[in-house]
T-cell receptor, first 113, second 116 residues
Framework: ETGVTQTPRHLVMGMTNKKSLKCEQHLGHNAMYWYKQSAKKPLELMFVYNFKEQTENNSVPSRFSPECPNSSHLFLHLHTLQPEDSALYLC????????????FGPGTRLTVT | AQKVTQAQTEISVVEKEDVTLDCVYETRDTTYYLFWYKQPPSGELVFLIRRNSFDEQNEISGRYSWNFQKSTSSFNFTITASQVVDSAVYFCALRNYGGSQGNLIFGKGTKLSVKP
């Protein structure tokens, strides 16, 4: 595997379900990000992790719970979501610091029914 | 305040035409970074280029070229001899050196359709 991978690519879940999104980066980076991309809004940053520590939380509702066990893996745990949470969830990684570009995974297309 | 404006929502061209995607940014910082990303229908954002604010040299990579002009706060992207595979949404983005690492400001994107 190369680059940034995300699983699953597509997910349909009910509002009472619990599911998790997984992201893995094979680039040796030490920062990882979650973004939400919906049709009506531009890319929204959700969380930032540097060296496994969460450094930014962009006022994300608690029904989204991130986890970063190491610098290569990032999870987004989902529970009691709302239909408006349906979106493309993108994971990205980079070297820590503001000068570096982020590399994105293919995304998970989430539909909440 | 930081802001990225991509005024062209959608552009449609015929294959082999040249096309320029506009990007205008706003920032009060003197050190910042500009980026272009491509998002094909598959969804993945593909990194194309990073430009530092102190480096105003234009860059060419194959059929792609970028024109960075601090005087007009613009960072335009030109595709020469466009191909159908260039069809995608293109995002321009800005990050200040002194800002938070997550503060990567994206424009709303320009959807490019290249028809055969």
């Amino acid at each position: 595997e190369t680059g940034v991978t995300q699983t699953p690519r597509h997910l349909v879940m009910g509002m009472t379900n619990k599911k998790s999104l997984k992201c893995e980066q094979h680039l040796g980076h030490n920062a990882m990000y979650w973004y939400k991309q919906s049709a009506k809004k531009p890319l929204e940053l959700m969380f930032v992790y540097n060296f496994k520590e969460q450094t930014e939380n962009n006022s994300v509702p608690s029904r989204f719970s991130p986890e970063c066990p190491n610098s290569s893996h990032l999870f987004l745990h989902l529970h009691t979501l709302q239909p408006e949470d349906s979106a493309l969830y993108l994971c990205a990684s980079s070297q820590a610091g503001t000068r570096y570009e982020q590399y994105f995974g293919p995304g998970t297309r989430l539909t909440v029914t | 305040a930081q802001k990225v404006t991509q005024a062209q929502t959608e552009i449609s061209v015929v294959e082999k035409e040249d096309v320029t995607l506009d990007c205008v940014y706003e920032t009060r910082d003197t050190t910042y970074y500009l980026f272009w990303y491509k998002q094909p229908p598959s969804g993945e954002l593909v990194f194309l280029i990073r430009r530092n604010s102190f480096d105003e040299q234009n860059e060419i990579s194959g059929r792609y070229s970028w024109n960075f002009q601090k005087s007009t706060s613009s960072f335009n992207f030109t595709i020469t001899a466009s191909q159908v595979v260039d069809s995608a949404v293109y995002f321009c983005a800005l990050r200040n050196y002194g800002g938070s690492q997550g503060n990567l400001i994206f424009g709303k994107g320009t959807k490019l359709s290249v028809k055969p």
